[in-house]
């Protein structure tokens, strides 16, 4: 008896799907299986995982940005080995607790300008208190968000979310305002109503992979600071070096007001996220000893997610990955870049450091035409998750398509990637688009079942 982690593993292992399909959302086994995703992991390392056969899957994925480190990083692992050797006096709960100091200390050495932050244990959590604290510190009600933008799917991140079929059943949200992306006019329109705590932008949107009009941040804060309102950046996918930038705010001449973390910063090992805030914000929400606890979270700054942070923090600067994500981001940018020229469906490649969308466009030619409309006639989004699917039956390569209805998938590899995983990615995908571009074969086979199954679910 007794518990034997190892043990179970071995004993259960193949059986996850069964127990998802029983216990959990029953919609994501189904999906897997409908879409040959359903494979066996059972370990990884850096930026391959490898499933029970032994076969290796290239991650360009890195559980949607969580894994900038590689997967299973020995540094962050020993630092979490250390922390459980320490037998600290974790959550203490009325203490200071020093692991939580040291990581808001060396997160703010990267933030010049931002002054405090809250711990808390997501990205959607970091969002919350970045809406509240903007709200209090201004005294106003309204946040005014983009087209298409994601912040997390908790009530409070919802309201900021820009596409209808997150929103769509969950009403009442929160009476915030969804501007068109990029629109400084409909900012300015926003803003003279006089009630707007603040904007809150993604420096790079997830969701389609688009990068904000040259300049528009710096506008945008400008205009915003002269309404007396604030500059949310969500950093929570583009932050920690992802767009070849600390925060991908620093590509522009820009001063958040607030700025959020998660995804990357533990590691991928721990649940964890922050909210980066001026001084001024924190003195006014945490106004005085009454108002210590009026936004906190049990879990936040706990000694895992701290060591794992911090640890995380140290890999990050070592093995230089900001300028990592960058050098390789471009390579990476660069050859597909020279594919779109040979491939009329590959209508854009586009992006920031090793945060890359390729979007795909209605063909020239007549024999393409017609199964690209004939899938588009299905569902919009399908040509993309042919190719997500193909590059992952074909080359054991994981990647995502880059929100529901639109044509674009989106690469988010570990920020460790070197020359040899550009090679990979870039070979599989010309194979692909080769297949697809003669119009027949097993990839449009898999659009054939893909059109099957969105007509049928
Ligand atoms: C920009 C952004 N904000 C917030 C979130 C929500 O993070 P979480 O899933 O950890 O709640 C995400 C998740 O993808 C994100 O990309």
């Known amino acids: 008896m007794g518990f034997d982690l190892p043990g179970l593993l071995a004993a259960r292992g193949g059986e996850g799907y069964g127990l998802h399909a029983r216990y959990l959302n029953p919609q994501l086994a189904r999906m897997l299986h409908a879409i040959g ?42 630092a979490l080995h250390d922390m459980l050797d320490c037998e600290l006096a974790d959550l203490v709960q009325f203490d200071c607790a020093l692991l939580a100091g040291l990581l808001a200390e060396r997160l703010l050495g990267k933030a010049p300008g ?27 009600p309204r946040i005014l968000y983009w087209d298409r933008a994601y912040h997390g799917l908790t009530v409070g991140s919802l309201s900021v979310n820009g596409s209808n079929e997150f929103r769509g059943g969950f009403d009442p949200l929160l009476p915030d305002t969804c501007i068109p992306f990029g629109s400084l006019d409909s900012l300015q329109a926003e803003l003279r109503k006089g009630d707007v705590a603040a904007l809150i932008v993604e420096p790079v949107q997830g969701k389609g992979v688009r990068v904000p009009p040259a300049g528009f941040l710096s506008a945008a804060g400008a205009m915003l600071h002269d309404h007396g309102a604030l500059l949310i950046c969500d950093e929570v996918q583009t ?16 001063q958040p007001d607030i700025v959020t973390v998660a995804k990357a910063l533990s590691g991928g090992f721990v649940p964890v996220g922050a909210t980066l805030a001026r001084n001024w914000i924190f003195q006014k929400v ?54 779109a020229g040979e491939y009329e469906m590959l209508a854009d490649v586009r992006g920031r450091g090793l945060m890359i969308g390729l979007e795909f466009g209605k063909p020239r030619s007549l024999k393409l035409r017609t199964g690209w409309n004939m899938l588009q006639a299905a569902r919009r989004g399908l040509f993309a998750q042919m190719v997500v699917v193909s590059l992952f039956q074909r080359h054991h390569t994981l990647t995502q398509v880059a929100g529901d209805h639109m044509e674009v998938i989106k690469l988010l590899p570990p920020l460790m990637i070197g020359d040899a995983e550009v090679k990979l990615f870039v070979d599989a995908f010309a194979d692909v688009m080769d297949e697809a571009h003669r119009g027949s074969g097993l990839v449009w086979d898999f659009g054939r079942t893909l059109i099957r199954q969105s007509v049928t679910r």
């Open 239 to 254: 932050g920690l070096g992802r767009t070849g930038r600390f925060f991908a705010f620093q590509h522009d001449d820009v």
């Open 37 to 78: 995703f359903d494979k066996l992991y059972e370990r990884a390392e850096g930026s391959y995982l490898y499933d029970r056969d032994g076969e290796r899957y290239a991650d360009f994925l890195s559980g949607f940005g969580v894994f900038a480190l590689g997967r299973n990083h020995p540094v962050v692992r020993k």
């Open 114 to 140: 931002l002054d405090r932050v809250y711990f808390c244990n997501s990205g959607t959590e970091a969002v919350e208190a970045a809406l509240k604290f903007a709200r209090y510190a201004t005294g106003q």
């Open 286 to 339: 945490y106004s005085s000893m009454d108002r210590v606890v009026v936004h906190d979270s049990t879990f936040g700054s706990n000694a895992s997610a701290m060591a794992a942070g911090l640890a995380s923090l140290a890999v990050i600067e070592d093995e230089q990955l900001v300028s990592n994500a960058e050098r390789t981001g471009k390579a990476l940018r660069d050859a597909l870049q020279e594919l």
